[in-house]
């Protein structure tokens, strides 16, 4: 019986399915629990920092 319980608590996988709820719980309160968000990503520093790199990598080839 104490088998059956734990199947029922778990996914084939072995994901226990009451930490996914909770955590979907908290991240639909934007509590978000070791989860990193595209909305936290500044695109335009990004792109800058790819344009840096590129720049480099050239110069680096022309060398």
Do not use: P, Y
């Not at 226990?16 to 335009?44: D, L, M, W, Y």
């Not at 792109?47 to 110069?59: F, G, L």
């Amino acid at each position: 019986m104490a088998n059956q319980q734990q199947n029922q608590n778990q996914t084939a996988a072995g994901t226990n399915i009451q930490k996914v709820r909770q955590q979907n719980a908290a991240s639909a309160q934007g509590q978000s629990q070791n989860t990193e968000f595209a909305s936290e990503t500044n695109a335009q520093e990004v792109r800058r920092q790819n344009q840096q790199s590129q720049a480099k990598k050239q110069q680096n080839q022309q060398q």
